[in-house]
Structures are given as structure tokens and as C-alpha cells.
């Protein structure tokens, strides 16, 4: 999909967030949208960052981030709320509260799933596995193996969320541990080849579960210079994946990328920076009696600090 076929809305705070979920009278009765919103690289921001001057200075903050959704929630009927992970480290609340905080608060903005980046292990195992009665949400993730570890069936490879008869699969992928994360901090997790995996849950969802939209979680990384598999490769090499949600690379992505494969499917990759400055927001269509998308159309909104006037 060319880069102009999108319609790219930056709102400040919730400003113009609406505009997105009006489609026309006679294509509404026709239609069922969905949309997603999505967070990667929380890195434990619970607070703004300080209104100094500094760049982003007074932006994030999950309270702002909940306003924001809950706003969507209430002007659109179909909405998954998905993280690509890395929920933990980078402010003292992480050092403090081992993470409690952070899965706390996910669960009050009724998160729908989301996936392990190798930040959310810095405690170890048992300190993830300490925490997880905090996350009134799933966990995903497909080729991080912990049979052998205390995390056994602990988390599920994918999940399938239905809105108004639509099916929307989504599964979850983290990033090669050893050499990246302590091994007393993984233990015996075995990690599997993301794209062989990634190429059995297309089929799982798409012929077993029948899913009319295919979203993988990834904590991969968008993009590197060698043949370290990431985000854009794995796009490139497995066909059937409808939305990546990217994470680890702190990527700001304007807008999505998208890859084309030679049977005409899109694959769009997304990534919106860290610390919750900005929220991903995208909107699809579908035909309400096929289930086949038609449209897509995405935001970047920024989580800002409200402007007030006196």
C-alpha cells in the first residue's frame, strides 16, 4: 500500500480523535469497524516526562493515556487495546514496585493482550511470575518456550477476540534472549525461529480459527542492517500477517509501513516510539456480510499534557 493511500490524522490530546470513526451513512449500514490501539515501550513512564523544555517534555502519562481511551471507547463499538512489550524498567516506580504498578494500571485501561519484551524479564522468572496476578490481561507469545521453567502454561501463544462477527487472531513474538538478557534471568527458556513460527500461527489463525485479521505483537525490533531477523523481514518472509506491532527499537513511525507480497496481500508494520508519548491508533473496515477488510486509516496521537486557556 502506497504511502499515500493512508489517512494520516495527528490529534493533540483528544482533539480530532472522532473524525476517524464517522464513515458515511450508507457505508456505516454496509460496514463494521475495528479499532486498534496499541502501545510499545512503556519502560515504567507512569509519570509525563517533565515540562522543562526538554524534547516531549509534558508528554505520556498513563492517566492522560487512559483519558484518551476511554474517550475512543465511548465513540467507537469495537476496540483492542494490544502491547508489544516492555512494560518494565526505566523509572524508579519499576525499581520500587517490581512492576506491580505497571500491570495495575494496564488492567484499570482494561488492556486486551499483550506480549513479553526482554525488559519484562529484568526481574527474572519468578519476579515476572510474581507479578502476573497484577495483569488482568493475557499474555502472548509464540516462540519463547518455558516448558522447562516455572512459566509452564503460563501464557498462550496466541488469542482470538471477536467484535460483531469479526475475527481478529493475535499473536505474540519476542527477541533472541541470550546475549541480550542475563541467563539467570531466562533459565531454561528456549527460543524458537519467529519466522517458522510465525508461518504456523497464519495457518492456525487463518484456516483453524478462521480469522478475518491476523496481528502479531512483536518485540523483533523494526529494522537492522544485518540478518538479525526484525520486523520488515519478517513481513517480507511470511504472508498472511495482516498488522505487526512493533516494539524494541523505540521507533516513531509516522505512519505504517507497508509490504506487498506478490499475491497482492499488505502487511503493515507500526511502531510508535516509547514511554507512552504517543498511543497507535488504527481503523479498519470490513464488509459486514463478506467480513473482508475494505479500509484502513490510521492516527498517531500523541498523549499531551491539555491545553488550557483562561
Given at each position: 500500500m502506497k504511502r499515500r493511500d493512508f489517512l494520516r490524522t495527528t490529534a493533540v490530546g483528544a482533539a480530532g480523535i472522532s473524525l476517524l470513526g464517522v464513515p458515511f451513512a450508507a457505508e456505516?449500514?454496509?460496514?463494521?469497524?475495528?479499532?486498534?490501539?496499541?502501545?510499545?515501550?512503556?519502560?515504567?513512564?507512569?509519570?509525563?516526562?517533565?515540562?522543562?523544555?526538554?524534547?516531549y517534555g509534558g508528554m505520556g502519562g498513563m492517566a492522560k493515556r487512559a483519558t484518551l481511551i476511554e474517550q475512543i471507547r465511548k465513540e467507537e463499538p469495537n476496540v483492542l487495546l494490544l502491547d508489544s512489550g516492555d512494560i518494565?524498567?526505566?523509572?524508579?516506580?519499576?525499581?520500587?514496585?517490581?512492576?506491580?504498578?505497571?500491570?495495575?494500571?494496564?488492567?484499570?485501561?482494561?488492556?486486551d493482550a499483550a506480549t513479553l519484551g526482554n525488559h519484562d524479564l529484568d526481574n527474572?522468572?519468578?519476579?515476572?511470575?510474581?507479578?502476573?496476578?497484577?495483569?488482568?490481561?493475557p499474555f502472548v507469545t509464540a516462540n519463547y518456550?518455558?516448558?522447562?521453567?516455572?512459566?509452564?502454561?503460563?501464557?498462550?501463544?496466541?488469542?482470538?477476540?471477536?467484535?460483531?462477527?469479526?475475527?481478529?487472531?493475535?499473536?505474540?513474538?519476542?527477541?533472541?534472549?541470550?546475549?541480550?538478557?542475563a541467563?539467570?534471568?531466562?533459565?531454561?527458556?528456549?527460543?524458537?525461529?519467529?519466522?517458522?513460527?510465525?508461518?504456523?500461527m497464519v495457518q492456525e489463525l487463518r484456516v483453524n480459527q478462521k480469522c478475518n485479521l491476523v496481528v502479531c505483537l512483536s518485540h523483533l525490533g523494526y529494522k537492522y542492517e544485518d540478518e538479525k531477523i526484525d520486523d520488515v523481514k519478517l513481513a517480507q518472509q511470511v504472508q498472511g500477517i495482516d498488522l505487526i506491532l512493533g516494539a524494541h527499537t523505540h521507533t516513531f513511525l509516522d505512519q505504517p509501513t507497508a509490504i506487498l507480497?506478490?499475491?497482492?496481500?499488505?502487511?503493515?508494520?507500526?511502531?510508535?516510539?516509547?514511554?507512552?508519548?504517543?498511543?497507535?491508533?488504527?481503523?479498519?473496515?470490513f464488509n459486514r456480510k463478506s467480513k473482508k477488510r475494505t479500509d484502513v486509516r490510521t492516527a498517531l496521537v500523541p498523549v499531551n499534557t491539555p491545553v488550557t486557556t483562561s
Open positions: 456505516a449500514a454496509q460496514t463494521i469497524n475495528l479499532t486498534i490501539l496499541h502501545t510499545n515501550d512503556q519502560h515504567s513512564r507512569i509519570e509525563p516526562f517533565p515540562d522543562d523544555g526538554r524534547k518494565w524498567q526505566g523509572t524508579p516506580y519499576f525499581n520500587f514496585f517490581g512492576g506491580e504498578l505497571e500491570f495495575k494500571l494496564m488492567s484499570q485501561m482494561k488492556y527474572g522468572l519468578r519476579g515476572l511470575e510474581k507479578m502476573l496476578p497484577f495483569a488482568d490481561f518456550d518455558f516448558s522447562n521453567t516455572i512459566l509452564k502454561n503460563r501464557f498462550e501463544p496466541y488469542k482470538v477476540f471477536e467484535k460483531q462477527g469479526v475475527r481478529i487472531g493475535v499473536f505474540g513474538l519476542g527477541i533472541e534472549l541470550d546475549g541480550l538478557v541467563k539467570n534471568n531466562f533459565e531454561q527458556t528456549v527460543y524458537l525461529d519467529p519466522v517458522a513460527v510465525a508461518k504456523e507480497h506478490d499475491s497482492g496481500h499488505e502487511t503493515l508494520i507500526n511502531q510508535v516510539g516509547w514511554s507512552g508519548i504517543f498511543l497507535g491508533r488504527i481503523d479498519f473496515s
